[in-house]
């Protein structure tokens, strides 16, 4: 069984910044495309960054330029740097494979304080 553990949110006010870890525990993250997601309250879903296992990377526009994802292959670990925060960036924020899902884990919430 495949266990997705994030880490690393936390409550920050407008502009800062957090840096989140997602710990993959039962396969291999270097031969998957990976993604960030989130979950506002009240909204679906949505793939927040990708990086694929060509070094290539995607973020939605609305974190693009302020978010940086990123992974460690050798220790099957992937981070999301987050920067300038926003309230509007309040959610609980989720990691996993793009397209081919693991189970989902718990998630890490990050809350953004005006």
């Known amino acids: 069984q495949v266990l997705l553990v994030e880490s690393g949110g936390g409550l920050v006010q407008a502009g800062g910044s957090l840096r989140l870890s997602c710990a993959v525990f039962?396969?291999?993250?270097?031969?998957?495309?990976l993604g960030w997601y989130r979950q506002a309250p009240g909204k679906q879903r949505e793939l927040v960054a990708t990086s694929t296992i060509g070094g290539t990377t995607t973020y939605a526009n609305s974190v693009k330029g302020r978010f940086t994802i990123s992974r460690d292959n050798a220790k099957n670990t992937m981070f999301l740097q987050m920067n300038t925060l926003k309230p509007e960036d309040t959610a609980v924020y989720y990691c996993?494979?793009?397209?081919?899902?693991?189970?989902w884990g718990q998630g890490t919430q990050v809350t953004v304080s005006s």
């Open positions: 996993n494979a793009v397209r081919t899902y693991f189970m």
């Open positions: 039962g396969s291999t993250i270097g031969v998957y495309d």
